[in-house]
């Protein structure tokens, strides 16, 4: 059996959990969540917890048994805490400016990018070379981040563009002349 399926996810005081049939809801203070569990998972609500249990042992069901079972866990957190995600823009004249739901990028194109925010997903600017990216869905955050990163990937060689914060980049040095 599954380490990481097996175990319960605990409820806190201010979320709602609803298992009917093969879906899911969340609701807490930063919103609701739904989610489709596959036909091979059931959910169950009892005492607290949610329990998510597997009708059969093949490879597959195992599988996907600690997935969901995560990604129920990531639903509660996001529904009681929320995601976030840091960007770095580094460059020189690379700056981002945030106007209502669209962010715009100067990344050393002849013009100015402008990303619209999906449903559920707020943004900050700071001191125009940072992005901060927050919202209840983790995933949706991770690939909104990714989205953003493609605009304008960091250089290895002068370590422009825009990366993550903390994310260690390798630089490489440049040809040498004789």
Do not use: C, W
Not at 12 to 28: F, L, M, R, Y
Not at 128 to 139: C, E, L, M, P, S
């Amino acid at each position: 059996m599954s380490r990481i399926g097996r175990k319960p996810i605990p409820i806190p005081d201010k979320v709602e959990v609803k298992a009917e049939g093969q879906q899911i809801s969340v609701k807490g203070p930063l919103g609701s969540l739904k989610r489709v569990l596959p036909p091979e998972l059931t959910a169950a609500v009892a005492n607290g917890q949610v329990e998510v249990r597997r009708v059969s042992e093949g490879r597959h069901q195992r599988a996907l048994h600690g997935l969901f079972r995560n990604e129920i866990r990531n639903m509660v957190q996001g529904v009681t805490e929320g995601f976030e995600r840091i960007l770095e823009i580094n460059g020189v004249g690379y700056k981002a400016n945030l106007s209502g739901r669209t962010i715009s990028f100067n990344l050393g194109y002849t013009h100015a990018i402008e990303f619209p925010l999906p449903e559920g997903i707020d943004a900050k600017v700071d001191k125009q070379t940072t992005v901060t990216i927050k919202g209840r869905d983790k995933a949706l955050v991770g690939q909104t981040a990714a989205n953003i990163r493609a605009l304008k990937k960091p250089d290895v060689y002068k370590a422009k563009g825009i990366k993550y914060a903390g994310e260690i980049l390798i630089r490489k040095e440049g040809k040498t002349g004789k």
